[in-house]
Each structure stands twice: as structure tokens, then as C-alpha cells.
């Protein structure tokens, strides 16, 4: 019954920007790793994005280092991903999940635990 519903995808040009929104439900964000995935057709899923919410500690994967921001609302119970300078190549499915809680040491991908359905973005040329 935890739901986690990400909103925000949509269609842009390259260079233009989205903003990310994963609503939890049933689950409490606080105090856990968040993170941001997304995968391309034929591509293994790959991390873009992860936050221990309280802000302790960041990762952004390489190609969007400089460009997106993982950030969080605790009063929404919401995780967002701010992506800013848009590629062609950042075009993907983009999932939200959420690590066990308490757990500070940064996660491999099978360690989370819950995910949401995803939210497509697509980047033109």
C-alpha cells in the first residue's frame, strides 16, 4: 500500500528544464535515501540522482552533475528532481524510490525498496 507517483515528465526542447515530483504515500520520507532513476529504451535502469533526506548527503550521477538537483519537502512528503539544460540525451522513463528508513550509507539500486510507476521525459533536438 506505499505509493510512491512521480509527475512532472513531459516533452521539451533540448536546453529547456523540468521539474520532477515524487508524491509518497504511506511512507514517510524522511530519515531514508530517495533517489532518482530513469531508463532509456534498451539501457539498464542507472541512478541519476539520490538524497539522504535531511540533506546529509548527495549523489548526482555524471552526466547530470552541474544541471539537475535532488531536493525535498518534508511538509508535502515530496522528493523533486530539478532538471535544468535538458539533453536529448537525458530522454528516459524517470522513476522515484525510496531506501530503507534510518539507513545513511549510500545504497546500491537493489536496496531500494519501494518504487513509483515512473513519469516519461523526452528532450528533442
Known amino acids: 500500500q506505499v505509493q510512491l507517483v512521480e509527475s512532472g515528465g513531459g516533452s521539451v526542447p533540448a536546453g529547456g528544464s523540468l521539474r520532477l515530483a515524487c508524491a509518497a504515500s504511506?511512507?514517510?520520507?524522511?530519515?531514508?535515501?530517495m533517489g532518482w532513476f530513469r531508463q532509456a529504451p534498451g539501457r539498464e535502469r542507472e541512478e541519476v540522482a539520490t538524497?539522504?533526506?535531511?540533506?546529509?548527503?548527495?549523489f548526482y550521477a555524471e552526466p547530470v552533475k552541474g544541471r539537475f538537483t535532488i531536493s525535498e519537502d518534508n511538509d508535502k512528503n515530496t522528493v523533486y528532481l530539478q532538471m535544468n539544460s535538458l539533453k536529448p540525451e537525458d530522454t528516459a522513463m524517470y522513476y522515484c524510490?525510496?531506501?530503507?528508513?534510518?539507513?545513511?550509507?549510500?545504497?546500491?539500486?537493489?536496496?531500494?525498496?519501494?518504487w513509483g510507476q515512473g513519469t516519461q521525459v523526452t528532450v528533442s533536438s
Open positions: 538524497l539522504y533526506t535531511g540533506g546529509t548527503s548527495t
Open positions: 524510490s525510496a531506501g530503507p528508513r534510518w539507513v545513511s550509507r549510500p545504497l546500491n539500486i537493489r536496496e531500494y525498496n519501494y
Open positions: 504511506r511512507l514517510t520520507i524522511s530519515n531514508r535515501y
